[in-house]
């Protein structure tokens, strides 16, 4: 069935610490890939997208992830995390063969950074 | 410019009866998408409008569930005769055009007790 994985469920990490998140979809074709974070009490916002061009997409608050084609992946990294990065982080995707235009969720990661 | 708004923010009712859920997307944005997150879930999507066209209401879980929307305004999600799996918060999001960057409101917390 099409989907979209992220590996882990929580995480649990201290200030300064790097960050990588997993997402894997199993969509065919030309997707669009985003990555949404909800902090706690507000609502989700947009991280950082991908459409095409560069692999390696910027987003806000010094996050960033690589699209990896061959790999089905869009890993979300950050090199050094604060304690305010304590959110949920969700990754999407849309387009392509199968996903259409509605976005298609993983279950969501919970980031918890003490200070 | 005002973002995504939704009402209510939070709303209680009794198992069989009927609620409307708000939702005003950005103005200027054509397409229109309601989700659903139940606890500890990802987001589910639930119907999709774009423009005049006919809505997408492929992931619309049971004929209970109904959603419309005027032009490119105002949508309201209606689900009659809740049940307690129900209970989720519904999200409404806008975009400029399909397939572009998506915008959530603040979601309306739905319990059926």
């Known amino acids: 069935a099409q989907s979209v994985s992220q590996h882990n469920h929580h995480v649990i990490l201290s200030e300064a610490a790097s960050l990588e998140l997993g997402c894997n979809y199993s969509?065919?074709?030309?997707?669009?890939l985003f990555w949404y974070v909800q902090y706690p009490g507000q609502h989700l916002q947009l991280l950082l997208k991908?459409?095409?061009?560069?692999?390696l997409v910027k987003g806000i608050k010094g996050f960033e992830a690589e699209f990896i084609k061959s790999k089905f992946s869009f890993n979300l990294r950050k090199p050094s995390v604060q304690w305010s990065d304590t959110a949920e982080y969700f990754c999407?995707?849309?387009?392509?063969?199968?996903?259409?235009?509605?976005?298609?969720f993983g279950k969501g990661t919970t980031l918890s950074v003490s200070s | 410019g005002a973002g995504v708004s939704q009402s209510p923010s939070n709303k209680v009712t009794e198992k069989g009866k009927d609620v409307e859920l708000r939702c005003d997307p950005i103005?200027?944005?054509?397409?229109l998408y309601w989700y659903r997150q139940r606890l500890g879930q990802g987001l589910e999507f639930l119907i999709y409008?774009?423009?005049?066209?006919?809505?997408?209401k492929s992931g619309l879980p049971s004929d209970r569930f109904s959603a419309e929307r005027t032009g490119e305004s105002v949508s309201t999600l209606t689900i009659q005769r809740t049940q307690q799996e129900d209970s989720a918060v519904y999200l409404c999001?806008?975009?400029?055009?399909?397939?572009?960057?998506?915008?959530f409101g603040p979601g309306t917390r739905l319990t059926v007790t």
């Open positions: 999001a806008s975009s400029l055009v399909s397939l572009g960057e998506q915008y």
């Open positions: 969509y065919g074709g030309t997707v669009n």
């Open positions: 991908y459409f095409s061009g560069d692999p």
């Open positions: 999407a995707v849309n387009g392509g063969r199968q996903a259409g235009t509605a976005l298609i």
């Open positions: 103005s200027g944005h054509t397409a």
């Open positions: 409008f774009q423009g005049n066209s006919a809505p997408d």
